[in-house]
């Protein structure tokens, strides 16, 4: 175990996505999941009868290379007939933000529950969205440093619509080196070394490197990486993906009326609907395209076809024995949607559960938080800390001068009310009070910020809280870059937060027996 406090947190998420957190989603939106340790079982039983499970596993098994502990978990459920616990992620620079790892140990939870539970084998799999072809998102990430953030981005974009399995990586040495400079004294190199194998080389891409890299950090915690983009997977997805060609009117009819529904319960819905759009990508070349509805029936044979963010689960769903989704809360929402694809494609909704959320928190920023007296919390809203911090800094003749004054405004309305009052000049005593109080609070205002240029030490220090909690002024799981931390404090972060998921798993599989 390491020294890394590790807070677990609601979820959080769209008005839609809390809705489906809660239960509350109507239950033909959202295929409802399982909520005792007997339904959950009654489910990985039909799941597993459904098909040839472990021929299919087989057939896959090349697009995830799976080895060492990951490889044995896998080898377990085909030998018993098992079923899989999935989540997944489109590629992000050096792994992307914390929610890369926090997703990967909710559904390694999840699946450990879950055997422990049902007595069935159950691994967790992580499906790499490598066939995403959204650059800007996969190019950049954010380490803390000292007094802030630093935002670390590969500029080397390919031609819009290339899937990040086809992207070229580009010279990343400059990168790598400002990734290592983030992390400070590495006591535990091994991240890092990981990182420089995935992304040093010569002719990787963005997707490949992704797919290295998790493979290295998360096999030996038993799970297996599945690079979406493989021929394996392409041929496994190849049927459905042609049923939804076939029906593409009938998909883009069903999710309109979804959608309507969403909106006319006074809901977003996660996903825009593009009309006229089917939801097949063909790849043409290095680029795909999204295929109209009106052609999508006519998709050549043999085309190499890839599913969007709503045909995804779908396809995932029908290509491996899962029994539930780890999902993020963007995925919630957009699971609303899903579900009117599986009905027009005629087959079974995906099962999603909210995956674990977190927060880390390493122990010199836990000293720097002390020595503050400031939380967590403290830091979500913005430049709160900071005007905190820089009014315990005025001089104790400028506080109190202050506070001089705003006494008088608070006695004066009763100090003239002899002889206001009988004048009728109640009104105008107060609206004197009140701009006076306004001068006050704009003359406090000017006087904290010129401490906050004076204490640039104090200022520097809370920007370093700032980088490292809420970086970019968001939460950190949806920001910061892991590897530094790992780099500190060890790869055993990540068995410790698989640690900490265990009891969001616990209530997931048998929250109908939860206090």
Known sequence: MTHVRIISEPLGGSPLSRLVQQHGAPTTWVAAPPATAAEWRARAERRRGEHDWAGRLAALAPAMQASGLAADRLARVIRGGGVVVTTGQQPGLFGGPVYTWSKAVSALALADQLERATGIPTAAVYWAATDDADFAEASSTVVPRPGGVQVLRATDAPPSGTPMSLAPLGDMHSLLRALREASGSAADPRALE?????????????????????RALLEPLGMPVLDASHPAVLEASAPLLAL??????????????????????GYRPQVEQVPGLSLVFAREGTVKRRLPVAEAAQAAAGSILTPNVLLRPVVEHAILPTVAYAAGPGELAYFAQVSAVARALGTDAPVAVPRWSCTLVEPAVDAMLHAYGATVSDLAAPDALETRVARAALSDASASALEHVRSALRGLPAALAAEATPMGLDAAVQGAVQGL???MDRLQRRLVAGVKRRESTRMRDVGTLRGALFPLGGRQ?????LLPLLAR???????????????HARTTVDCGNTP
């Open 194 to 214: 990981a990182a420089a194998r995935s992304y040093g080389g010569s002719g990787g891409t963005v997707g490949s490197a992704f797919v290295q890299l998790l």
């Open 489 to 503: 404090h060890g790869l055993a972060v990540l068995a410790d937060m698989r640690a900490a998921a265990q009891e």
């Open 477 to 481: 799981e949806r920001a910061m870059n």
């Open 244 to 265: 939804a060609c076939q029906r593409a009117p009938e998909v883009e009819r069903q999710l309109a009326q979804r959608s309507a529904e969403i909106s006319a319960a």
């Open 437 to 439: 109080r306004h001068r």
